[in-house]
């Protein structure tokens, strides 16, 4: 069974819960945030020193550049060596106590200016952790938000997405990214696990059709050697068709894609080839396998192994849900420049409003839960290889009258898209 897909859902809590689980799974050290906090309250812590240390500094510096003394001129009686007096003008210095008594009150100011400006430093400090463990809080919780949904992710369902909301900042981005990345790797293991089942179904045909005629040659006690001869050509053309699919598997699964060739070939001589295929399997299951073509080749350009896959799978549907007793036929022509391929059989019919959902992968009637209410990988791989040759796949239907599928390739791929006119086939 496939991996579960569910709805990508937000992330409303998810940053509250990493929150919760952080403090209990990591140190207290060791979180980015507290390493973040560290560093902001450094930083303020920092930045606040030098400016309150500026400030002390030059204010200490201005209040020192007064003089506690002043310079007064005074004049003074001198007497000339010959003993007559003279009248000068000297400079005296004259203790000021009104400036000394400043500078007591100004050092004193500045004791507690240092006092309140190392307490305010220190309160500072304590409130910048808390400031900075906010704040480094609201940063990493996209982070938070990420590493939830990393953990949540599962290797089968990788359907969880981010979604953060917000400016368009780097951690947007990064969440944006990480999204990004998560559907590509959704979308490459969708990828793989489609290849897988393509694989499967690819697989299974040719090795029903090897099975169901050794078991018929067995099981028949007169089989003569021509009959082994038939059934031995039958297991070889099978077994050829399964390396060149595992070929163009091994091939898909390396570029990512289906390979195509291009190559001209008888798509009559295809249709001729299954027919031998699968006249045994629809032997056993008590039918009757037509094989109608003109006569002569009915060449056309594209890759013949796909196109034999896809008239196979209709044909292994065909012979496993038609009842016994009626008829599948395979039929092969041409009209004008498209070759077409059909096969009919007398089964349960299809229900057109069901015409489309037939051609999906897997697709499963909500009205019913037998086969003929399901369809796996063969019908989609039918209309994917008509498609890729730049034709396509037309589906006649009804319950109760059967079904008819025809498959419209171009004969000329480069004369595809200027003729797309084609003629209706009358139903066999």
């Known amino acids: ?150 953990r949540e992710i599962q290797a089968t369902d990788l359907s969880r997405r981010i979604r953060l909301d917000g400016a368009d900042d780097e951690l947007k981005q990064l969440a944006d990214t990480f999204d990004e990345m998560l559907g590509r790797l959704d979308e490459a293991f969708e990828s793989q696990r489609r290849f897988i089942h393509e694989a499967s179904h690819e697989l299974r045909n040719p090795l029903a059709v090897i099975r169901t005629n050794v078991d018929v ?103 496993r849900l038609a009842p016994a007793g009626t008829r599948v036929t395979v039929a092969a022509g041409r009209d004008d420049a498209w070759a077409w391929v059909s096969v009919t059989d007398e089964g349960p019919g299809i229900d057109p409003a069901d015409h489309e959902n037939v051609f999906r992968r897997f697709w499963r009637s909500p009205t019913g839960s037998d086969d003929r209410h399901r369809s796996g990988l063969g019908l989609a791989i039918v209309r994917q290889i008509a498609e890729a040759h730049g034709g396509r796949v037309e589906l006649d239907s009804a319950p109760g009258r059967g079904s008819r599928f025809v498959v419209r390739l171009p004969v000329d791929p480069l004369t595809a898209s200027s003729d797309r006119s084609v003629t209706p086939l009358p139903r066999p």
């Open 217 to 319: 040659v067995l099981g028949d006690p007169d089989a003569d050697t021509e009959d082994l001869r038939r059934a031995g050509e039958v297991v070889a053309r099978s077994a050829e068709r399964m390396s060149t699919l595992v070929d163009d598997l091994l091939a898909y699964a390396r570029l990512g894609q289906r390979p195509t060739r291009e190559e001209t070939f008888d798509l009559g001589a295809v249709v001729d080839d299954l027919g031998a295929e699968f006249a045994a399997p629809a032997e056993a299951a008590g039918l009757t396998l037509e094989v109608r073509r003109p006569p002569g080749e009915l060449r056309i350009c594209g890759d013949a192994p796909a196109v034999r896959r896809a008239v196979a799978n209709l044909l292994a549907n065909a012979v």
């Open 1 to 150: 069974m496939g991996p579960r897909r569910t709805e990508g859902t937000g992330v409303g809590d998810d940053g509250r819960r990493w929150d919760r689980r952080l403090a209990d799974r990591l140190p207290l050290t060791a979180s980015i945030r507290f390493r973040l906090t560290i560093v902001y309250s450094v930083l303020l812590f920092g930045l606040a020193a030098v400016v309150v240390g500026g400030i002390y500094a030059g204010l200490s510096r201005s209040l020192d550049d007064e003089p506690l003394s002043r310079t007064e001129q005074a004049i003074a009686i001198f007497r000339h060596p010959d003993g007559t007096p003279v009248l000068g003008i000297v400079d005296v210095e004259v203790p000021d106590y009104l400036a000394r008594f400043e500078r007591e009150v100004n050092a004193r100011a500045l004791d507690q200016l240092r006092t309140y400006a190392f307490g305010a430093l220190g309160a500072l400090f304590v409130a910048s952790l808390g400031v900075g463990w906010f704040v480094a809080g609201i940063v990493v919780r996209p982070v938070g938000r990420i590493t939830a949904v990393a």
